[in-house]
């Protein structure tokens, strides 16, 4: 134990002459909450608050002080030694625990570990600091016990977070867990908080640890906070600084995409069969006519054979994924800065950042920049009484170009275009009509109406700009020792911005101004478009407030400890966004024309249309009001018991549902069994059995208790009278849905800390979960969706650390091992259309005893080795009947494959250490699941466009008997086939596979130099670093060659794998 006595008392009142002041912390700075501070022979005694400050009074004359925490050496020291001066006490672990979090968070209090009931993780600090990434969140992934990152679903195909905390414990809720950051929960995108600015995370897992934050804790809670100034700390200085770049994009990867010699011999196939003669002959739409079906078209006009042929052959060379590789993708770059200045005056502390984050992605004119400012700051200007205001403040710009998806998606798309000539020149495509349409139009008066992708570029930009302003203001005052009020306020306040500008050069608006240009005698006279750019405003402003006030009591008794809270807050959180679009808009002058939206006119070549000027007005208001409470009782530091209840209101539940004031509560118990007086082993100094049951919540926002409606911003059709759709029809019974927890968890370490860990199992059950029931059918409505639903989950969460090698040279390792598995046990509705349960990955139709995500399958039997159709089975038959065998099937009928998510998981992580070096390489791994890749969709292809359903099975289609031995792809299919052939195929387990696999995640190399040892280094410390991520799958159950984490669905053939980076960065202390 250290004993600092300060020049100026932290404390302008200083203690009286018969108490004692002071802070306790560790050798970092950290303060060390319920830290015990008494006076030897006597039952004075003490608990240090959540921030390690104390006040001990009625002092004797003489006597001994002895401070001591869990995993800290015991210290004592005399009066004589204090001086009546406020103390900051540090003390010294007494064994060097692999990173042993001594202090957990809630979001409302800081707990003791010793003394915590619950189930708390926090990820190891050296591990989550060696990570370069401009996010907070990505960081946690494959390092923090029961968090699991899901890679293949909607939300992460959509640029989303897609987490779960111990499985899945909804059907149709919110599924994310709550993200609080500096005791509130955060309402805007957590992407935009700065990691540099991150202390602690501390994930919350079961009922005693996260009940407090009621119904909206269900899927778990995250609780981030943010560094401050900590007491007694000298002026520090600190800068980060990084450039990590990454190899290019590989679009040889995706699955759905055909090479050119095989697209032209489809193409051929199709045209034979008299698939395009419609469109040749269309004089009316004048669709577009592909390279090939032109060529073909002169062969049959006479075009000669091998003329023919010399061209075809000419565009069989030619592959479109190498063009995006020169003319579209580039290697990404990012550079991430930070500086920070926080210390600690005889009054006050402080912390301020500031940070620039550069970002330029893999695409070219794709483009992120962030500026975040953060000041946080704590005052004591009276005695007993501490003031905190912190602002935060994100700033961020960033800009799309939308040049690359147009032309490399959808319909546009042809594999063997070629974007310039073999000289640079930018080459013409055809889009939305023919090339010969176009051509003639110019000598009509229409605008240029050529396509040309590479001109386009920078032409029809996105940027969008995003202001996140979050203040922060708080008071805590003691009122007797032991006992003290806080209240807490923050407002925050987000305004979007997203401007989508296509300026007069842009083919967007060529195209629009044409199509609606007004004929006279077949040639231009007029625009029912101004020419100009177009326009596109979107703004959205998101404001919220929080307020609480809470009493806190902590106090010593003998051998007797109880820490307690109570408090109120209530919450309000809008939503506003509108948009417009302007017409012949000019960018320099800011000017714009007017159009008649109301008129429907005729548009060129063909059809008619109106002029859409309309843009959805949103606005949404969430308000709840809470009531909670939290108590802990230790006695002796042996046992521990702990509960906590809440009571929560929201404008989301039904009336009567408010009116019930029904809590969400946990109840919690903890052993130290190491400290009883018959525990007498050496080998396992540290043994702790832990155990709670509780409740916390879950709510959808989508469903209200109340009848809700959405007008419409045109009048009804007959009568131009204003109407509304009805969205929801209200339920009055409607609840939150509540998830019973079941942990019991032990914490032990071997002697000389060899060996240290965590085993928890858990059983969650999901009572009033949200899902479908029949309505009556005479109020037009079929389901209604509330509290009708049950599902279970059970699993275990196990963190083991090793110290394997001590010393000059140090190795340690972490291993975590996550198994969950979740099941539906009451669920109302069943579908009686079984196509609707043989979805993709990403399918949720509940079926009792199974997972909420699942893959479900038709029974296979093969290929017919006559042709290569699919076969199935019809009544305990094989069948090609496939309207039978998809229309008869019952759920029963139906293969389970497995669980569409994993159910293990976790990590492996090792770090080297030789004096001044450290090295570290993370592991990661998921097993147990299943994903449904695309294939090829022959109906598609030829109804729908073949560049919209190209898939690469198709090279290995069953093509002559035997290859039914070979291949699982059903033969090409004749040109007048139905969809159900198609459907059936995809919906069978050939398209299923594992998805287990295991790949190395990071490596870190860090050198580190210290004043100490280094004495002419002008800072206090200095390390550089070099970091690698996204290194590659190491193992995988399946031979198709999809990364499980990264599959493409039918027509995206866009998605690739996140490419390998590298970073280079420096940390400096001054």
Do not use: C
């Amino acid at each position: 134990m250290k004993l600092v006595q300060k020049k100026k008392p932290t404390n302008p009142t200083g203690p009286t002459n018969n108490e004692i002041r002071g802070i306790v912390t560790d050798e970092k700075g950290d303060p060390i909450p319920n830290a015990t501070i008494k006076i030897k022979g006597s039952t004075l005694a003490t608990l240090a608050d959540d921030k390690g400050l104390f006040k001990l009074g009625e002092l004797p004359e003489s006597g001994i002080l002895i401070a001591t925490s869990l995993g800290f050496k015991e210290q004592e020291f005399s009066f004589s030694q204090l001086n009546k001066n406020e103390l900051v006490i540090v003390l010294v672990e007494s064994e060097r625990m692999l990173e042993e979090v001594k202090i957990v968070s809630t979001g409302y209090q800081n707990i003791s570990k010793e003394r915590a009931t619950g189930s708390f993780v926090q990820p190891n600090r050296d591990m989550l600091e060696a990570r370069v990434a401009p996010d907070i969140l990505s960081k946690l992934e494959g390092i923090t016990s029961g968090l699991l990152f899901n890679r293949n679903t909607l939300s992460t195909n959509a640029g989303k977070n897609d987490l779960s905390i111990r499985g899945r414990s909804t059907i149709f809720a919110n599924d994310q867990p709550l993200i609080v950051v500096d005791n509130f929960p955060f309402n805007g995108d957590i992407n935009t908080i700065n990691p540099n600015d991150v202390e602690t995370i501390t994930v919350l897992k079961d009922a005693a640890a996260a009940s407090i934050w009621g119904v909206r804790a269900g899927n778990g809670v995250i609780v981030i906070t943010t560094k401050r100034g900590k007491v007694g700390q000298d002026l520090n200085i600190s800068m980060n600084a990084n450039l990590t770049t990454s190899k290019m994009v590989n679009p040889f990867y995706n699955p759905n995409y055909l090479p050119s010699s095989e697209y032209i011999n489809l193409e051929t196939f199709l045209f034979k069969n008299g698939k395009y003669d419609a469109s040749i002959n269309d004089v009316v739409n004048f669709p577009v006519i592909s390279p090939v079906v032109q060529i073909l078209n002169l062969q049959r006009n006479g075009q000669s054979s091998d003329e023919t042929e010399r061209q075809l052959k000419a565009l069989r060379s030619n592959d479109y994924r190498n063009e995006e590789l020169k003319y579209f993708y580039r290697n990404p770059l990012s550079q991430q800065y930070q500086l920070s200045i926080s210390g600690a005056t005889s009054k006050a502390t402080y912390y301020l950042s500031t940070g620039y984050d550069k970002l330029r992605f893999n695409i070219k004119g794709n483009d992120n920049d962030r500026l975040t400012i953060n000041s946080q700051n704590t005052f004591r200007p009276i005695k007993d009484l501490e003031v905190q205001a912190g602002i935060y403040y994100v700033r961020s710009n960033s800009q799309t170009d939308n040049t690359f998806g147009a032309v490399s998606s959808g319909t546009n798309f042809l594999p063997y275009y070629n974007l310039a000539n073999a000289d640079g020149i930018p080459l013409t495509f055809d889009r939305d009509y023919s090339s010969s349409f176009k051509q003639a139009s110019i000598a009509r008066g229409f605008l240029d109406w050529i396509y040309i992708p590479l001109n386009e570029i920078g032409r029809f930009p996105t940027n969008t700009k995003n202001n996140d302003l979050r203040l922060t203001t708080g008071l805590q005052y003691s009122i007797l020792n032991g006992l003290n009020a806080e209240i807490k306020y923050q407002f925050q306040q987000i305004d979007n911005t997203g401007r989508l500008l296509n300026g007069i050069e842009s083919y967007q608006a060529r195209n629009l101004i044409n199509q609606y240009s007004i004929l006279t005698a077949n040639k231009v006279n007029g625009y029912n478009v101004p020419i100009g750019g177009v326009l596109n405003i979107n703004n959205g402003k998101t404001i919220s407030n929080n307020i609480r006030t809470q009493l806190n009591f902590q106090r010593d008794f003998a051998k007797n400890s109880i820490s307690a809270l109570v408090g109120y807050e209530l919450s309000e959180f809008t939503t506003d966004a509108y948009g417009n679009t302007y017409y012949g808009y000019n960018d320099e002058l800011g000017t714009f024309g007017q159009v008649n939206s109301v008129t429907t006119v005729n548009l060129n070549p063909s059809g008619t249309g109106t002029i859409n000027t309309y843009s959805p007005i949103t606005a949404r208001l969430d308000r709840f009001r809470s009531t909670f409470g939290n108590i802990s009782y230790s006695y002796n530091n042996v046992y521990t018991l702990s509960a906590s209840a809440r009571i929560d209101g929201s404008n989301y539940f039904g009336v009567k549902t408010n009116q019930k004031n029904v809590p969400l509560w946990s109840i919690g118990a903890l052993w130290n069994i190491n400290k009883e007086k018959f525990y007498t082993s050496s080998l396992i100094p540290k043994l702790v059995l832990r155990t709670s049951y509780g409740y916390n919540g879950n709510l959808d926002k989508g469903n209200t208790g109340i009848t809700t409606f959405r007008y419409s911003p045109n009048g009804a059709l007959y009568t131009n009278q204003t109407y509304a759709n009805i969205v929801s029809i209200g339920n009055p019974e409607l609840r939150w849905e509540k998830i019973g927890i079941l942990n019991i968890g032990i914490d032990f370490m071997l002697k000389g800390n060899f060996l240290s860990g965590t085993i928890e199992y858990y059983h969650k059950k999901g009572e009033d979960i949200l899902g479908d029931r029949a309505f009556a059918a005479n109020t037009g409505i079929t389901t209604q969706r509330g509290n009708y639903s049950d599902m279970v989950a059970d699993g275990l969460d196990f963190a083991i650390n090793s110290q394997n090698l001590k010393g000059k040279f140090g190795w340690t390792s972490s291993l975590l091992f996550s198994f969950v598995k979740d099941k539906v046990t009451k669920y109302d509705v069943i579908d009686p259309n079984s196509v609707n349960y043989v979805g993709g990955t990403f399918n949720n139709k509940p079926i009792i005893g199974r997972p909420v995500f699942g893959i479900y399958s038709y029974p296979s039997a093969g290929l017919d080795p006559a042709n290569g159709d699919p076969r199935g089975y019809l009544n305990s038959e094989i069948s090609k009947n496939y309207s039978s065998i998809i229309n008869s099937a019952t759920i029963d009928q139906l293969e389970y494959d497995g669980p569409a998510r994993p159910t293990v998981f976790g990590g492996l992580n090792n770090r080297l250490t030789y004096k001044n070096i450290a090295l570290s390489f993370n592991i990661s791994y998921k097993l147990g699941y299943y994903f449904r890749r695309s294939t090829v969709n022959y109906f598609n292809m030829y109804n729908r466009g073949l560049s919209m359903n190209m898939n690469k099975d198709f090279i290995d289609r069953w093509q002559k008997p035997g290859d039914e031995h070979i291949t699982n792809t059903p033969s090409i299919a004749p040109y007048n086939v139905t969809a159900l052939r198609d459907q059936f195929y995809q919906g069978t387990n050939a398209t299923v596979e594992p998805g287990d696999h295991i790949r190395l995640q990071d490596v870190s190399l860090a050198y580190t130099l210290d004043k100490s040892n280094w004495k002419k280094i002008p800072f206090a410390q200095i390390q550089l670093y070099v970091y690698a991520n996204n290194l590659g799958i190491l193992w995988r159950k399946s031979d198709y060659g999809l990364d499980p984490d990264v599959v493409p669905t039918i027509n995206n053939r866009l998605l690739n794998l996140t490419p390998k980076s590298i970073s280079f960065g420096i940390k400096t202390n001054f």
